[in-house]
């Protein structure tokens, strides 16, 4: 059974870092696509970033990249999305997603993840 469990959520100014991680069970991250997504205070679930299948390629959506990075730990079977020069706007759930099943290498959309974490809340004051 897959279980993906996100950490290091919590409180931050504006301008400043933290780093989310994803443990993953019942899986490898080394070999699956891995993305990460957030659903801000009274707004949808939108893409952050994701990682392809083996790590050689990245993506971000316009409003973080520059800013953001994601990254695997294959010996911690670990995702995390490093969150730098962080502002108000990024304040939102932070979820991980995992896409088990499809063999594609990378995707942004939601339907294309199948495994979900709980999430994480990422609160960043002015």
């Known amino acids: 059974q897959v279980h993906l469990v996100e950490s290091g959520g919590g409180l931050v100014q504006a301008g400043g870092s933290l780093r989310l991680s994803c443990a993953a069970s019942?899986?490898?991250?080394?070999?699956?696509?891995m993305g990460w997504f957030r659903r801000p205070p009274g707004k949808e679930r939108e893409f952050v970033a994701a990682?392809?299948?083996?790590?050689?390629?990245?993506s971000y959506s316009s409003s973080v990249k520059g800013r953001f990075a994601i990254s695997r730990d294959y010996g911690k079977n670990t995702v995390y999305l490093q969150m730098n020069s962080v502002k108000p706007d990024d304040t939102a759930i932070y979820y991980c997603?995992?896409?088990?099943?499809?063999?594609?290498?990378?995707?942004?959309?939601?339907?294309?993840?199948?495994?979900w974490g709980q999430g994480a809340q990422v609160t960043v004051s002015s």
């Open positions: 997603a995992a896409n088990t099943r499809t063999g594609l290498a990378i995707g942004i959309s939601a339907p294309f993840y199948d495994s």
């Open positions: 019942g899986l490898r991250v080394s070999s699956i696509p």
């Open positions: 990682l392809s299948r083996g790590g050689g390629n990245t």
